[in-house]
T-cell receptor
Framework: SQTIHQWPATLVQPVGSPLSLECTVE??????LYWYRQAAGRGLQLLFYSVGIGQISSEVPQNLSASRPQDRQFILSSKKLLLSDSGFYLC???????????FGPGTRLTVT | EDQVTQSPEALRLQEGESSSLNCSYT??????LFWYRQDPGKGPEFLFT???AGEEKEKERLKATLTKKESFLHITAPKPEDSATYLC????????????FGTGTRLKVLA
């Protein structure tokens, strides 16, 4: 069966520090991968999606970036965090033969 | 513009008191409508996919239905463990990979 992992689970970082969040999927090949941010009282905001290794589409211009170095690995990064980057970050995957997404456990990021 | 609106924002039910959650959508061609359950501090858990008007899906006390403009998530005889936020999302058939999410309905079932 398929499994999706995210780490770390929680992170507290100072403003201006770098960020690296990692997501890996097991049990599937060549999935579509997504990064979302969820703020309290708001819907999930799509940040990036990827249809293959090295193929990244950005939905929101900001100081975040994403990379997909391997088929089932998706990384969210920032060189300098802002206070507004605080939130709950979710990674999701989708099998190419189906339409539903499956989400990871999330990372709670607090920028201080 | 593609849009998803969920109502009510919050709902409190007594155990056993059935009710429905609403998801209204505007999309340029529907590829699929999705329901998720999200517990506090966790990622959304997939519940159902609906593809066309008239379709229904059931799982335990939950039943999802779809019309051309909205979807309902019916909860029959809910239990306290059904307390969660329920999210609705749509994907347009316009060839994009994007999903549009509603802001969710926070359900609290009291014992």
């Amino acid at each position: 069966s398929q499994t999706i992992h995210q780490w770390p689970a929680t992170l507290v970082q100072p403003v201006g520090s770098p960020l690296s969040l990692e997501c890996t999927v097991e049990g599937t090949s060549n999935p579509n991968l997504y990064w979302y941010r969820q703020a309290a009282g708001r819907g999930l905001q799509l940040l990036f999606y990827s249809v293959g290794i090295g193929q990244i589409s950005s939905e929101v211009p900001q100081n975040l970036s994403a990379s997909r170095p391997q088929d089932r690995q998706f990384i969210l990064s920032s060189k300098k965090l802002l206070l507004s980057d605080s939130g709950f970050y979710l990674c999701a995957w989708r099998d190419r033969g189906r339409y539903e997404q499956y989400f990871g456990p999330g990372t709670r990021l607090t920028v201080t | 513009e593609d849009q998803v609106t969920q109502s009510p924002e919050a709902l409190r039910l007594q155990e056993g008191e059935s009710s429905s959650l609403n998801c209204s959508y505007t999309v340029s061609g529907l590829r699929g409508l999705f329901w998720y359950r999200q517990d506090p501090g966790k990622g959304p858990e997939f519940l159902f996919t609906l593809y066309s008007a008239g379709e229904e899906k059931e799982k335990e006390r939950l039943k999802a239905t779809l019309t051309k403009k909205e979807s309902f998530l019916h909860i029959t005889a809910p239990k306290p463990e059904d307390s969660a936020t329920y999210l609705c999302a749509v994907q347009a058939s316009s060839g994009t990979y994007k999903y549009i999410f509603g802001t969710g309905t926070r359900l609290k079932v009291l014992a």
